[in-house]
Nanobody, 119 residues
């Protein structure tokens, strides 16, 4: 059974850099053709895809984030991490990590973690 677990700070101040880590069990983040994604949902709004890191280590992020987002990984710990710079209250959301096979639908999700940005 594949499990994903998000971890990180629940409260941030504006202009800080958010780092959220997803720990994966039951699969390796280097398994061929799987992509490891970050998605968020602001209060009262829909899901927003933020970016992903591939099994190969290549990354992609949403243009809407204007280069504020990057994703790294630690294969020794089977973890991948979202970094989001210059956070503002608009970045308040529940953040999820999830797995997808290639361009297929996301099949396993973490439970999500709420991040609040407030001064």
């Amino acid at each position: 059974q594949v499990q994903l677990q998000e971890s990180g700070p629940g409260l941030m101040k504006p202009s800080q850099t958010l780092s959220l880590t997803c720990t994966v069990s039951g699969d390796s983040i280097t398994t061929n053709y799987y992509y490891w994604n970050w998605i968020r949902q602001p209060p009262g709004k829909g899901l927003e895809w933020m970016g992903a890191i591939a099994y190969s280590g290549s990354t992609d992020s949403s243009p809407s984030l204007k280069s504020r987002a990057s994703i790294s990984r630690d294969t020794s710990k089977n973890q991948f991490t979202l970094h989001l710079s210059s956070v503002s209250p608009e970045d308040t959301a529940v953040y999820y990590c999830a797995r997808a096979w290639g361009l297929a639908a996301l099949d396993y999700w973490g439970k999500g973690t709420l991040v609040t940005v407030s001064s």
